[in-house]
Nanobody, 128 residues
Framework: QVQLRESGGGLAQPGGSLRLSCVASGFTFSNYAMSWARQAPGKALEWVSGILKDGGDTEYADSVKGRFTISRDNAKNTVYLEMNNLKPEDTALYLC?????????????????????WGQGTQVTVSS
């Protein structure tokens, strides 16, 4: 069965960095776009970043553009989210999502109902 397992969260100071990982199993990872989303306490789920199946295209929410970088290693069935210059407002549970469409060539969907599986998430807390 499809499994997505996030890791790498933790406590970071403002201006600091973290690297999140999501290891996938149960499907042909290289055939699907992937995304990261986050949910802050008391706020709606927010799409953060996405990457096409071959890594040829990436997109970011305006709130993280220039600070976060998404990447993937299809040989390791893993998608990453490098987060730099972290801000307190980045505090949230971060989840990775699998696209429901096989071999999507673009554009990267921002609506989370375009994804059919997600993990349990990894908590990121940014505080001094």
């Amino acid at each position: 069965q499809v499994q997505l397992r996030e890791s790498g969260g933790g406590l970071a100071q403002p201006g600091g960095s973290l690297r999140l990982s999501c290891v996938a199993s149960g499907f042909t990872f290289s055939n699907y776009a992937m995304s990261w989303a986050r949910q802050a306490p008391g706020k709606a789920l927010e799409w953060v970043s996405g990457i096409l199946k071959d890594g040829g295209d990436t997109e970011y929410a305006d709130s993280v553009k220039g600070r976060f970088t998404i990447s993937r290693d299809n040989a390791k069935n893993t998608v990453y989210l490098e987060m730099n210059n972290l801000k307190p407002e980045d505090t949230a549970l971060y989840l990775c999502y699998k696209d429901r469409r096989l071999k999507r060539y673009g554009p990267i969907p921002h609506l989370l109902n375009e994804y059919d599986y997600w993990g349990q998430g990894t908590q990121v807390t940014v505080s001094s």
